[in-house]
C-alpha cells in the first residue's frame, strides 16, 4: 500500500484535495447574497505545497469549478484570488517541504491571512460591498488556524513515519549483527565436513563407490555453505521471496550419516 501511494502520491493528493474542497464548501457562511466563505483554501494551499505545482493546478481548476454553481459576483474574486494563491504556492511549493516546522507553520498562516486580506480588499474595492471588521477577524483566525493546526499534524504524521522507519532499519542492523555471529557457526560446519572428507581422500585404498560419495558429500556440504551466505545477504537486502521444498527423512538421515562419518574421521 505504501509503495502504491509513493509511486501515485499526486493522483492520491488531487483527489483528497477535491474531495476535502466540495466537502468544505458544502459547509459556507454567507457574507453576502453574492459572495460565500468557507474553509476550501486550506486544501488548495496544502495540497500544492505538498504536492508540486501540478498538483497546485488541478485543485486550482477544481475549485473553480466547484464555485461556479453558486453563482454571484464572488466567482470572480474566487478566480483571480485562487489564481494568485496558486501562483504563490506554485513558487513556494519547491521550497516548503525542506522548510522548517516553525517557518512551515509561518509560511502557511501568512497565505491564509493574505488571502484573506486580498478577498476582503477586492469584494471592498471591486464591488463596493464592505464587510463587518468582526466578520473579517473571526473568517482570518478561523482560516489561519485550521490551516496551522492541519499543518502542524500533517508534519507530525510524516516525522512519525520517518522515525518509525529509522527504528526498523536500526533493529534491523542489530539483527543482522547478531546473526553474523550465527552464520559464521553454520558456515563452518559444512566446511569441517568437506575438510574432513577431502582428507579421507587422500587414502590411496579408498574404494571407488566411498571416494564417489566422499566427493559428492563435499560438495553438498559447500552448496550448504553457499546456501546459508546467500540466505543472510537476502536477510541484509531483502529479494523476491522464493518457496522451497524439502524431505524432512532424508534431511535427517544425512545429517545422521554425516555424524558418524565424521566420528570416524575424528576418532
Known sequence: MHKLYRKNA????????????LFCMSFTVIGSPDFIFDLRLIPVVLGGLYGGPVVSIMLFIIV????????????????????????????LSSKFRAFPLSRKLYTVVAV????TVLIFLMKAAVFDDLSNFQFILLYGLALSAGIFIVTYYIEIMRQNQLLHNAVIKSDKIEVVSQLAASVSH????????????LQ??????????????????????LDRAETIIKDYLNFAKPQSEMDSSICVKEEIEKALELILLMQIIFR
Open 64 to 91: 473553480v469549478a466547484a464555485r461556479i454553481p453558486f453563482g454571484g459576483n464572488g466567482v470572480w474574486i474566487n478566480f483571480f484570488n485562487m489564481l494568485t494563491i496558486t501562483v504563490l504556492t506554485v513558487y
Open 112 to 115: 491564509a491571512l493574505s488571502y
Open 200 to 221: 579421507m581422500l587422500k587414502d590411496p585404498t579408498i574404494e571407488e563407490k566411498k571416494r564417489l560419495y566422499y566427493l559428492n558429500t563435499a560438495i553438498d556440504e
Open 186 to 197: 553454520e558456515v563452518r560446519n559444512p566446511l569441517t565436513v568437506t575438510r574432513g572428507f
Open 10 to 21: 499526486k493522483t492520491f493528493i488531487i483527489i483528497l484535495g477535491g474531495i476535502q474542497i
